[in-house]
């Protein structure tokens, strides 16, 4: 058992949290035993980007990670907290890219592996920039286990479940529509896609109906520049304006090409005209109603976002100098109709913002139908649990009504497809790398696509554990325990683990999803590089230090909503934790000469020491409570109430009487102990949340073992429990609070001693007050301190409170000098006057309530109501003065 006694005067996080992380690192305390005899708890981290930097989100996401890891390792599980980053196939290759760009090069002046060792070497350099960061944030993740999504093991898993899927019919290459990004020059999968809304227009454009003069057909467009792509047009077959001229064709503007019209219960009559032009090579929608009528697909916009060479005086432009030179051509030729201003949303590529082109290509493609039932059960069954709750509908309606997912990725960075093309048209799905043609013996080319970055994320649950290896991490650690998320990614990565998991491990993949919202800042604006609004987790570390980041991050904070960031909480945390350090080393200083065997008979405690423990047992039963319901915040605000409002703002100052009262050492030895006892446990209850400042100080107390990691979560204890002397010791802080604000009210000085007067109806409450009354003389200045029955003579000039039942009496003969009291509450009139005399005049004044905003008239009503308070109350205390 050591004891250190003392801790430097001023906390300074920057030297405790880098000596203690090494500490940690170096003991190898976050590292998992994989103890089949243990109950198994774990996590597995969202890996951020091997590009990316630590931003808010991720500071969030992962304290709450290490608050629920740090937790359940304290109660002795046996846990894992699985780190590792991902390739980020796109966003890597951007950032290489524009390297090369600085040199003028492009990859393809590298070449496919070349450029490729040229990533590798970036992530190399890079690459651990933000697990360091991740570090300094407090992370406790198990860094032996780190893993990256193309790592070998990882990879062997990706070739594994896609062969697989092939083998089942489940993947499949064909010419589907799909979202394009001309930036990146690779197709996107439909949530790749942000859709923005901004504003447009809606261009209406007579399409004449083929043999029929001067009959037209008009339809509405955002995207003038896909006309030249329309094989059809399409009407409600019930729209009564149509149904003649079904069957009939119309003759394209500008083209001339025989436009079909059709019938679809997909057009809507109230939108526009009610009929719609079918573009099927670049509009999911009408790729569908294409599928539904045998519409030609007809590509008029190529990969980079350039009109197709077969599109006439318009091949090789911009589609959006397109547009602009279509209108006018429509426009010169008669066909143009109106303009009309049009809001939609229009998508953009998540990673660089590029406005997507809906372009049909061959791709390859996973069917999702036969996969997203067994994840919807899974869900619906509860053997999944959203936390919160709500989060289960936003999940189970998109997969019920999901499109299969577009898996290929134009791009060189990522797990390369393993499939080889032969001249004599076979192509082959292969585990292993083939060299010749299985069918004919002929030389075979590879696919040169890569898979979408989060095919391979899909399986972190598992890969990160070693499958298709049966490993013993597989076995403690599958199924882990909560994945803990933002809402943006539930359709990204939470759905697809999970129809993932099902598939390839017949078992779910997590049994909570732990769902929390973004950090805003102070305006609810969401942060971001063009408003500027962003603020960088470290420079609030550099600053504050990472516990007081942690802190500020998880208090108020709750399930599945936003927060939002104020510099003011930042700055209370701080607080906090030099209110912790403070106390601590007040305690600290007082273990001189206690011995750390020393355990007190319970007929030795106080009421003070009573109440403390009492109320010590039950935040530890709360907090426990609340952190297993997933209730962080709330958890953390208990632990922060009572360290600062009952155990150092009380308990601390009832207890100093017997710390420096050498005579009574018996006393002085049980209140050691009390404050040990109380500090020890309470620091382990914070350590989840601020675990550098716990461990430092932790450290100089008495302790057995080697770090607070390796203690033990508190329990609650019955033998702890003393409700009766809780609400006694409760009465009595009441009481002394309403003393204090007594004498504050009439400007007593600190160091003046009053008179106190009690009046109590209960003779057993009565009996209990006299024998602790020590406790309000000492926090309450007050002497003498008389308890009377409650029919007893009222005190005369007394200011009186009532708290909990008892009277509470204040004489004021010869507590203050009267004089001085009587000309500062004259004073204070005067200037209330004046404010009063304004207030009036404006609010009297009907050019001023006719100009001013309602609001400064509200503010100013609110004013006058308050002031009118304060001067009746001084008013009420003069009189009282001027009976003395």
Not at 847 to 873: N, W
């Amino acid at each position: 058992m050591e004891q250190k006694n003392n801790i430097p005067t001023v906390y300074d996080p920057q030297a405790v949290e880098a000596k203690w992380y090494a500490f940690w690192e170096e003991n190898n305390l976050f590292h998992a035993k994989t103890d089949p005899n243990k109950q198994p708890f774990s996590i597995v981290i969202p890996p951020p980007n091997v590009t990316g930097q630590l931003h808010m989100g991720h500071a969030l996401d992962n304290t709450l990670q290490d608050i629920l890891i740090r937790f359940k390792r304290l109660q002795g599980y046996d846990t894992l907290w699985m780190p590792g980053t991902d390739h980020a196939g796109i966003a890597t290759q951007i950032k290489v890219e524009e390297m090369l760009a600085q040199d003028g090069k492009t990859r393809y002046d590298l070449g496919r592996e070349t450029f490729i060792d040229r990533v590798w070497d970036w992530k190399a350099q890079y690459g651990s920039r933000i697990i360091n960061q991740l570090k300094r944030l407090g992370a406790s993740c198990d860094w032996q286990r780190e893993r990256f999504t193309m790592d070998e093991g990882c990879s062997k898993a990706v070739r594994e479940v896609f062969v697989s899927l092939y083998e089942q019919g489940l993947i499949y290459q064909g010419n589907r529509i799909t979202n394009w990004c001309p930036r990146c020059n690779t197709a996107l999968s439909d949530i790749e896609v942000e859709h923005e809304e901004q504003p447009g227009n809606l261009y209406h454009v007579r399409y004449p109906v083929e043999g029929a003069d001067g009959e037209y057909v008009t339809v509405a467009t955002t995207r003038p520049e896909t006309i030249l792509g329309d094989s059809g047009v399409a009407v409600h077959p019930e729209d009564a304006r149509y149904k003649h001229l079904l069957g009939k064709y119309l003759v394209l503007p500008l083209v001339g090409r025989r436009l079909p019209i059709v019938a679809d219960e997909y057009v809507d009559p109230s939108f526009g005209t009610g009929a719609v032009k079918v573009t099927p090579a670049h509009d999911p929608n009408d790729f569908d109603m294409g599928l539904r009528h045998k519409l030609p697909e007809i590509v008029v916009i190529n990969p980079d976002g350039t009109m197709a060479a077969d599109t006439g005086k318009y091949a090789g432009i911009d589609r959006y100098e397109c547009r602009k030179a279509l209108v006018d051509d429509l426009k010169a030729q008669g066909y143009l109709v109106k303009i009309d201003e049009h809001n939609h949303a229009v998508g953009h590529c998540q990673r660089c913002s590029t406005i997507v082109e809906p372009l049909v290509s061959k791709q390859w493609f996973v069917k999702m139908e036969p996969l997203a039932k067994p994840a919807i059960e899974a869900v619906t069954s509860g053997n999944i649990q959203f936390v919160p709750e709500r989060f289960t509908k936003t999940y189970t309606n998109w997969l019920e009504n999901i499109r299969d997912w577009c898996i290929s990725r134009q791009i060189w960075w990522g797990h390369r497809i393993p499939a080889w093309y032969c001249g004599c048209g076979e192509v082959t799905v292969s585990r292993d790398d083939i060299t010749a043609c299985p069918k004919c013996g002929g030389s075979v080319e590879q696919d040169p696509d890569v898979l979408d970055t989060w095919f391979s994320s899909a399986l972190w649950p598992f890969s990160t554990m070693g499958w298709p290896e049966n490993t013993a991490e597989l076995k403690q650690f599958y199924p882990t325990s909560v994945l803990v998320t933002g809402y943006d990614i539930i359709f990204f990565w939470v759905a697809r683990m999970i129809m993932m998991g099902l598939k390839f491990q017949e078992d779910i993949p997590f049994r909570h999803v732990f769902i929390h919202g973004l950090v805003r800042d102070s305006q609810g604006r969401k942060m971001s590089k063009s408003l500027g609004n962003g603020i960088d987790p470290l420079d609030v570390i550099d600053k504050y230090g990472a516990d007081t980041l942690r802190f500020m991050l998880v208090t108020g904070n709750t399930p599945g909503n936003d927060m939002r960031f104020y510099w003011e909480r930042v700055e209370s945390s701080r607080n906090f934790a030099n209110k912790i350090w403070n106390a601590s080393r007040f305690v600290l200083m007082n273990l001189e000469g206690f011995d750390p065997a020393f355990v007190p008979d319970a007929k030795a405690f106080t009421l003070a020491d009573k109440w403390i423990l009492s109320r010590y047992n039950q935040t530890v039963a709360d907090v426990t409570r609340n952190l297993e319901r997933f209730e962080l915040g709330e958890a953390a605000r208990m632990v922060y109430e009572f360290i600062w409002d009952e155990f150092c703002d009380w308990y601390i100052e009832l207890a100093k009487g017997r710390l420096y009262n050498k005579e009574d050492a018996e006393s002085r030895k049980v209140a050691q102990y009390v404050l040990s006892y109380i500090l020890g446990n309470t620091l382990t209850l914070l350590h989840p949340f601020m675990p550098f400042i716990t461990e430092a100080i932790w450290q100089s107390l008495p302790h057995q073992g080697l770090s607070i990691m390796t203690n033990s979560w508190p329990v609650e204890d019955t033998k702890l429990s003393y409700p009766q002397d809780e609400q006694l010791m409760g009465i009595l802080m009441e009481v002394i609070k309403a003393v204090r604000n007594m004498r504050a009210e009439v400007n007593v000085p600190p160091g003046k001693k009053s008179e106190v007067i009690l009046k109590i109806a209960a003779a057993e409450l009565k009996t209990r007050l006299e024998a602790n009354s020590d406790y309000i003389r000492i926090l309450a200045a007050a002497e003498p301190v008389t308890i009377l029955a409650i029919d007893a003579a009222t005190p005369e000039n007394a200011m009186t409170a009532v708290a909990n039942g008892v009277e509470i009496y204040l004489p004021l003969k010869g507590l203050i000098d009267v004089e001085k009291e009587t000309a500062r509450l004259n004073k204070e009139m005067v200037s209330l006057d004046k404010e009063l005399s304004r207030i009036a005049g404006k609010l009297d004044n009907p050019a001023f309530t006719a100009k001013a905003p309602a609001e400064v008239i509200e503010k100013e009503k609110i004013k006058q109501t308050e002031y009118l308070e304060k001067q009746a109350a001084i008013k009420e205390r003069l009189a009282y003065l001027a009976q003395l």
